[in-house]
């Protein structure tokens, strides 16, 4: 009985290290494994079709500029001023008739055939009756962000990756028309240009494409842009 315990104990004490070495090399082999994981997957990166693709529906998602005009009797306010320039540029494009009232204060808009048939033609045009005064809003697009090209990407581990790319506005017609560096912005005296800029849309639609950068993280169903 007492040997046979005495033999039990040996094989215990032999078993215990062998398990303690297949334990310290699972270890390893697992430490190796997740090393070779994020080295093959770093150098995997992304593809740029996938981050050409993501970027652009993010541009596409920050929305495009926009501007926006009362028709009606159009009555001075904290926020609308009938003698501020953007009703000036719209009566220029022949999108509105614009008559000043007698009291300097207000003014009658309306919209011309030709600017409802314009406005018609423009997507994601926004038209609402204002309750407060009866007149109707109109929110028009100017531009949208567009993608140029993936100038770089670069991999910040295996689920992350910084992409540099470059990006420029596509007007629409009433978007060249409030161009800052267009004829028709710069048609008006410094205070009215910068009004159109600080208020009602104006901007360098024209200009050269804007170099950024984009983090992109992967989840589980796949790279995404991080917000």
Same mark, same amino acid.
Request: hydrophobic content about 40%; cysteine-free.
């Given at each position: 009985?007492?040997?046979?315990?005495?033999?039990?104990?040996?094989?215990?004490?032999?078993?215990?290290?062998l398990?303690?070495?297949?334990v310290?090399?699972?270890?390893?082999?697992?430490?190796?494994?997740?090393?070779?994981?994020?080295?093959?997957?770093?150098?995997?990166?992304?593809?740029?079709?996938?981050?050409?693709?993501?970027?652009?529906?993010?541009?596409?998602?920050?929305?495009p500029?926009?501007?926006?005009?009362?028709?009606?009797?159009?009555?001075?306010?904290?926020?609308?001023?009938?003698?501020?320039?953007?009703?000036?540029?719209?009566e220029?494009?022949?999108?509105? $008739?614009?008559?000043?009232q007698?009291? =300097?204060?207000?003014?009658k808009v /309306?919209?011309? !055939?030709a600017? &409802? @048939?314009?406005? %018609?033609?423009?997507?994601?045009?926004?038209?609402s009756?204002?309750?407060?005064d009866?007149?109707?809003?109109?929110?028009?697009?100017?531009?949208?962000?567009?993608?140029?090209?993936?100038?770089?990407?670069k991999?910040?581990?295996?689920?992350?990756?910084?992409?540099?790319?470059?990006?420029?506005?596509?007007?629409?017609?009433?978007?060249?028309?409030? $161009?800052?560096s267009?004829?028709?912005? =710069?048609?008006?005296?410094?205070? /009215?240009?910068? !009004?159109l800029? &600080? @208020?009602?849309? %104006?901007?360098?639609?024209?200009?050269?494409?804007?170099?950024?950068?984009?983090l992109?993280?992967?989840?589980?169903?796949?790279?995404?842009?991080?917000?």
């Open positions: 009985m007492f040997e046979a315990e005495i033999e039990l104990e040996k094989k215990e004490s032999s078993i215990i290290p398990l303690l070495v297949l310290l090399a699972g270890l390893i082999l697992g430490g190796i494994g997740g090393v070779v994981y994020m080295v093959v997957q770093t150098k995997r990166g992304v593809p740029e079709q996938e981050a050409a693709t993501l970027i652009a529906k993010a541009l596409k998602e920050e929305g500029a926009k501007t926006h005009f009362h028709t009606g009797l159009v009555k001075q306010s904290v926020n609308e001023k009938p003698l501020d320039p953007h009703y000036k540029l719209w220029k494009l022949g999108i509105i $008739d614009y008559k000043l007698k009291d =300097k204060f207000s003014a /309306e919209l011309t !055939a600017g &409802d @048939k314009k406005l %018609a033609a423009i997507d994601y045009v926004q038209k009756k204002e309750d407060k009866g007149t109707m809003l109109y929110v028009i697009p100017l531009a949208e962000r567009k993608l140029v090209s993936i100038t770089q990407i991999m910040d581990g295996p689920n992350r990756a910084v992409v540099e790319y470059t990006w420029k506005w596509d007007p629409n017609e009433f978007g060249q028309a409030f $161009d800052a267009g004829p028709m912005v =710069k048609g008006f005296g410094t205070y /009215e240009r910068m !009004a800029i &600080d @208020k009602y849309g %104006a901007a360098f639609y024209g200009a050269d494409p804007v170099k950024t950068t984009a992109l993280v992967k989840k589980d169903k796949g790279w995404e842009v991080a917000q």
